[in-house]
């Protein structure tokens, strides 16, 4: 079965820091990565796609992909307490089904 | 641009009864639409989804069913309502094709079954 695993936090981090935000993925055919952020009581809305290894950049946040090592994680330089959300990681299930799978989420808090 | 709908943004249910919740799109053809429920504390479960009107394929084996009447619409329903039923549900879409798997998500749909 395929998995998206994420530490479920909280992560906490003060105004102005870098939060990092990791994902392992057990599928080693998934191409497309995605990172969506979940305000409380909210749907979720996508943040970032990845489908290359390296670095994908987008103002304040930043992806990383490690196809290899199986693993994404997302950057968020100089967080603001909007930022406070939960971060869902979600991968493809590689062939033609369209589907993915989400990771249950980290929950970052930033503090003033 | 696209924009996708549902409702009703609440429901309160009684245990037994019926469900009918509905998902629309706007602004693009022949999407694959998706239908997912967020318990509390829990991530999205993939429960159906849909490549074309009257094609359903079902994730998770439940008392829920959907359907596709119309190209841009999206149905899930219960004829009667398990407490276990009780979650955010909530409805995607992604444009066909296989090189197109981002998913936006609707506002959502709280369900809560007493």
């Known amino acids: 079965q395929k998995e998206v695993e994420q530490n479920s936090g909280p992560l906490s981090v003060p105004e102005g820091a870098i939060a990092s935000l990791n994902c392992t993925y057990s599928?080693?055919?998934?191409?497309?990565f995605f990172w969506y952020r979940q305000y409380s009581g909210k749907s979720p809305e996508l943040i970032m796609s990845?489908?290359?290894?390296g670095d994908k950049e987008d103002g304040r946040f930043t992806a990383q992909l490690n196809k290899a090592s199986q693993y994404v994680s997302l950057l968020i330089r100089d967080s603001q307490p909007s930022d406070s959300a939960t971060y869902l990681c979600?991968?493809?299930?590689?062939?033609?089904?369209?589907?993915?799978?989400f990771g249950k989420g980290t929950l970052l808090t930033v503090n003033p | 641009s696209q924009t996708i709908h549902q409702w009703p943004a609440t429901l309160v249910q009684p245990v037994g009864s019926p469900l009918s919740l509905e998902c629309t799109v706007e602004?693009?053809?022949?999407?694959?639409l998706y239908w997912y429920r967020q318990a509390a504390g829990r991530g999205l479960q993939l429960l159906f989804y849909?490549?074309?009107?009257?094609?359903i394929s079902s994730e998770v084996p439940q008392n829920l069913s959907a359907s596709r009447p119309q190209d841009r619409q999206f149905i899930l329903s219960s004829k009667k309502l398990l407490l276990s039923d009780s979650g955010f549900y909530l409805c995607?879409?992604?444009?066909?094709?296989?090189?197109?798997?981002?998913?936006?998500f609707g506002p959502g749909t709280r369900l809560l079954v007493l």
């Open positions: 602004g693009t053809s022949n999407p694959n």
């Open positions: 849909s490549v074309g009107i009257g094609q």
């Open positions: 990845i489908y290359s290894n």
């Open positions: 599928d080693r055919v998934s191409q497309s």
């Open positions: 995607a879409w992604s444009a066909p094709g296989t090189s197109q798997e981002t998913q936006y």
């Open positions: 979600a991968v493809d299930s590689g062939g033609s089904n369209y589907k993915l799978t």
